[in-house]
């Protein structure tokens, strides 16, 4: 296979969700998404990242 994402399916399907074009992953799978959408889905994943990592250097 390819090299592994650094992104469960589970967070990629729970970000598509969130940006409104899981149904398009539904029914074309990720190769059907826009380019917009993938960068989106980069941008959300690390913002969502970035608020954990603060989460965990408050005492």
Do not use: C, H
């Not at 799978?29 to 990242?49: F, L, P, Q, S």
């Amino acid at each position: 296979m390819g090299r592994r994402s650094m992104m469960s399916n589970q967070l990629k399907e729970e970000i598509a969700k969130e940006l409104g074009f899981y149904d398009t992953v539904q029914q074309e799978g990720w190769g059907g998404i826009k380019a917009r959408d993938a960068g989106n889905m980069v941008k959300r994943a690390i913002e969502m990242a970035e608020q954990g990592m603060q989460q965990k250097d408050r005492p």
